[in-house]
């Protein structure tokens, strides 16, 4: 229910007259649409923080009693005050949001605190493992927590960073598979399309402070329950954005529905900012062969010799061709003739044929190049003459058009040798791109096989539904951040953590040191937490925690693609294919942390008493790489290789001295409340170094309400 609609049933229960009006006037309201994606803005999402310690202040929530399938009290409670009998823990809580005061006395045990959307947060990180595989290469981060938390952490460590995002939110089909405010959406919810989009619309909005505003890509997979409504919040969100849809089978056989078309298909919305262009998606199926030529007669009306007009061809991209008769070979041209002189006027020189740009029906063409452009490719070898004709033109002209010379250029194709005529015979070195299209239907983007059978290998037995093909999100991302090897991509609905996966891939295929930010959060399967309820757990015990999706998926998955070891630590079975193909066990040579996030208060971060849990936010935003500062200095200051910290200020020569010693540091954090000394150090630093004043970045980051 929305908020308003809360409101109406309260007042409907004080005072049903006026109750009735109420509901009467908003549906007259309502029914007044503009132009536009209509939906409620519900009322501000809350998340429950299981592992969160209780304190005084906090809100919480009253959890109902163990085995319980009831969902518990769902009002608010204020922590006033925490008691210890001895024997167990108590809070006094005051109700909040209620004009009747009530106040109680709650075992902790039974309390989970509450964060609200419109709350403002201090966020911090734990470390909950890594694996490492290369000294030099930043990490891949995983984070569980609230997607749109964690998002607001970003926006002190990555705003206008990220080069591309990818997420695969929840479809709203109805089968319980996403919760708004601690409950799972219900296919019979009548407000079940406008939570959805007040729940994407949120982390959207956020994200859009993240992506790099010159040059990136936001995707985002749906299927046809929500791809309407989803590209009309897209164009609403992203105003200065391109919006593209692409339809691509990952099922071929189809999803059965009984009086329905089976479905073959999801869609991907692509919404590019600034410069960002879509690239080509490898072509391996020319891999050895001969590069295909072109006629340089040109085909198209526009280029018929004379016309004039929007497209047409000069004066001088009409000319002869002369071809030995003997040969065959090209041994020149003439002289470009203008419309008004005929073509049979020309003169060949002796053995050689002229040959001009004509059709079938002896309409007067145009060639593809110029004189000036035949003069600089002919030589080269790229320009031919390839079979006699008994016809107006007398043999085929054909050229390596523009892409074919860049390939050779490149080193994707490879001039083996060459004709008796000096045209090159090239072959293909390497996978070409090919242009990709709004309709893809390729093998490797079964869910199947490359989603569910990848999975299976890396993490047996563990289930996980519908996890995505891992060439399909590699191929996604491709088209955008392949030139870009130092590219940070985010997912912020990682789930099985195809995403990252798909990121090391591609670092494997041109040695890039591209970086996945990887945001998902530990819940259960529906139907795990009714089984797990009534034996008398609760969210946060550790029977209940080591089977969410973070624990049991994630994690694991993201270690088993690395290490080319399964949980048990056998070998992971299989190959991979398509593209990059090599055995899944020889894993990559990368590195990852997992973080669970955390919320301090703005006095611990002031008094550096949550340094510890700050010290990874300081070390992300220095790029993830490097060793990282995790405790404070006892000399005053230390430098790593990203970036330094300053905690006793009469240290900072020493601290300068070091960052003008160490290559490639980025950021020096200087702890102080005085600016007027932050200034005198920060003009001090090297200039590449960039000066943070800390913790008055971090809070003012943070220091403001996230929801009206």
Known sequence: ???????????????????????????????????????????????????????????????????????????LWLVKSISDNGTDKFAELELVYHKELENKSVRLNDLVVVAEFRDVIYPGLISTGEV????????????????????????????????AIYIDPPY???????????????????????????????????????????????????????YLRLGLLLEQTFENGRVEMVSSVINPKGTGRSGD???????????????????GRPNEENLGQEVAWETMRRRNLASVRGRKGKGACGPNQFYPIFVDEVTGAITGRGECIPPSVSRHSVDSPIGTVAVFPVRKDGTEMNWEYTAQAFDEWWPQGYIRANGKKEEPQSYIIQHLPNKARNEIKSGVLRIDSRRDDGAVIARYAEASTKTVTTQWDFTSHSAEHGGTGILKALIPNRRFPFPKSLYAVEDALRLFVADKPNAVILDFFSGSGTTAHAVMRLNHQDDGRRQCISITNNEVAADEKKSLTSKGFRQGDEEWEKIGICEFITKPRVKAAITGKTPDGNPVKGNYKFTDEFPICDGFEENAEFFNLTYESSISVSYNFAFARIAPILWMRAGCRGKRIDVLPDKGWEVVEAYGLLVELDSATPFVKALNEVDGVELAYIVTDDDRRFQSIAKRLPAEVEPVRLYESYLSNFSFTNED
């Not at 869609?267 to 410069?275: A, E, N």
């Open 261 to 279: 078309f089976a479905r073959t298909n999801e869609f991907l919305f692509f919404v590019r900012f600034g410069s960002a262009k879509v690239g």
């Open 172 to 226: 709203n089909s109805g089968a319980r598979d996403w919760k708004y405010n601690n409950d799972y959406v219900e296919v019979d919810d009548n407000y079940r399309h406008s939570k959805w989009l007040a729940m994407l619309e949120r982390r959207l909005l956020v994200a859009k402070e993240l992506l790099n505003p010159h040059n990136s890509v936001l995707i985002v997979t749906i299927d046809e329950k929500e």
């Open 132 to 163: 490492k595989r290369c000294n030099d290469k930043p990490y891949q981060t995983v984070i569980n927590g609230e997607n749109y938390h964690a998002l607001k952490a970003l926006t002190y460590t990555h705003r206008g960073k990220i080069d």
């Open 1 to 75: 229910m929305s908020r308003l609609t809360d409101l109406i049933a309260q007042t409907k229960a004080k005072d049903p007259q006026l109750g009735q009006d109420l509901e009467r006037e908003f549906k007259t309201l309502s029914s007044r649409l503009s132009f536009g994606l209509n939906f409620e803005r519900h009322r501000p999402e809350i998340v429950d923080l299981p592992l969160r310690p209780i304190r005084k202040g906090d809100k919480v929530r009253v959890l109902p009693e163990r085995r319980s399938n009831e969902t518990g009290d769902p009002r």
